[in-house]
């Protein structure tokens, strides 16, 4: 059975560095093809895809939030971290992980539950 | 990159079919196979629906099927179910360095 748990702190002051872990299980990222995705949610509003690792550790950005984001991956914990820098009150959103299966399959098949952070001094 | 557009609701009553659109451009939903569909209950995580535009993941009900014309893609929902009530996002693959692109969503409203 393929799970994800997105983990960190509930809670962010202003300007802070956001920290998020995604640890999985059912499935190993050193497996060919196989990526996770990171995709946020503020309250009340549409999804918006954040990051991309692969298993042979490529990783790819939102283009607007590229300059923020930083994704890495622990293979021998089964995790993959999701660093925000500089963070706003316009960051205060709901932060899924999500498998994609094969790099070409482009969709995500299985979510985490999601971790809510809210930014504000 | 610029959301994938969505009405903001469609409602129907239990047995009805509806279609939720979603919109975007030839970089997106028009040039690539690459759109999915996903439903999200309140407070609860988005599930996949379709993927490749028209194929159903295992476990998902055949009332769901969706299709691509241009750059305007479909999520139909036949034999309308009070637990279809919820929110439906589409997606799709970009050629542009942001990978993904979501669209505004909608709500199904069961009457």
């Known amino acids: 059975q393929v799970t994800l748990r997105e983990s960190g702190p509930a809670l962010v002051k202003p300007t802070q560095t956001l920290t998020l872990t995604c640890t999985f299980s059912?499935?190993?990222?050193?497996?060919?093809?196989?990526?996770v995705s990171w995709i946020r949610q503020p309250p009340g509003k549409a999804l918006e895809w954040l990051a991309r690792?692969?298993?042979?550790?490529?990783?790819y950005y939102s283009t607007s939030l590229k300059t923020r984001l930083t994704i890495s991956k622990d293979t021998s914990k089964n995790q993959v971290v999701l660093t925000m820098t500089n963070m706003d009150p316009v960051d205060t959103a709901t932060y899924y992980c999500a498998r994609i299966r094969n790099w070409n399959d482009h969709y995500m098949d299985v979510w985490g539950k999601g971790a809510t952070v809210t930014v504000s001094s | 990159q610029s959301a994938l557009t969505q009405p903001a609701s469609v409602s129907g009553s239990p047995g009805q079919s509806i279609t939720i659109s979603c919109t975007g451009t030839?970089?997106?939903?028009?040039?690539?196979?690459?759109v999915s569909w996903y439903q999200q209950h309140p407070g609860k995580a988005p599930k996949v629906m379709i993927y490749?535009?028209?194929n159903r993941p295992s476990g998902v009900s055949n009332r769901f099927s969706g299709s691509k014309s241009g750059n305007t893609a479909s999520l139909t929902i036949s034999g309308l179910q009070v637990e279809d009530e919820a929110d439906y996002y589409c997606?799709?693959?970009?050629?542009?360095?942001?990978?993904?692109?979501f669209g505004t969503g909608t709500k199904v409203i069961v009457l």
């Open positions: 490749e535009v028209s």
């Open positions: 997606s799709s693959y970009t050629s542009s360095s942001t990978l993904y692109v």
């Open positions: 690792i692969d298993w042979d550790d490529d990783k």
């Open positions: 030839n970089s997106d939903v028009g040039g690539y196979k690459y």
């Open positions: 059912g499935f190993s990222l050193s497996t060919s093809g196989m990526c």
